[in-house]
């Protein structure tokens, strides 16, 4: 399975460069998906990912219409703190992104 799902992981990621905005959302859902696949220690792990306080509540507000600055205003922190805990969340493949007219939007992955 694990080599089957690091296959998958390469195509989609190879797709990504070339599809239009819409495509790549969904890819990216399917990436992680499959990422999730390929470690089930991730889904074993979400409570502890999400234990600290300050990412749970990140967690909560990407919600596709946050950026990091948002995020950072709404939480009373700094950028590099958000960009911090966003960075755990991104590599657990518990949050995506869009990028849209130079900015960054955050969303839950699997919601």
Same mark, same amino acid.
């Given at each position: 399975m694990k080599t089957h799902c690091k296959d998958r992981i390469k195509e989609v990621n190879s797709l990504l460069k070339r599809e239009n905005i819409e495509t =790549? =959302? !969904?890819l990216e859902k399917i990436l992680c998906v499959l990422k999730l696949a390929n470690n089930k220690a991730i889904l074993r792990e979400k409570d502890k *990912? !999400? =234990?600290n306080?300050?990412?749970r509540r990140i967690y909560q507000l990407c919600d596709g219409?946050?950026?990091?600055?948002? *995020?950072a205003s709404e939480l009373k922190t700094t950028q590099p703190n958000v960009s911090y805990h966003l960075s755990s969340l991104l590599e657990s493949g518990l949050v995506l992104y869009d990028d !849209? /007219? /130079?900015k960054r939007y955050y969303f839950k992955s699997l919601e």
């Open positions: =790549r =959302r !969904l *990912i !999400l =234990r306080e300050t990412r219409k946050h950026t990091v600055s948002n *995020i !849209l /007219g /130079g």
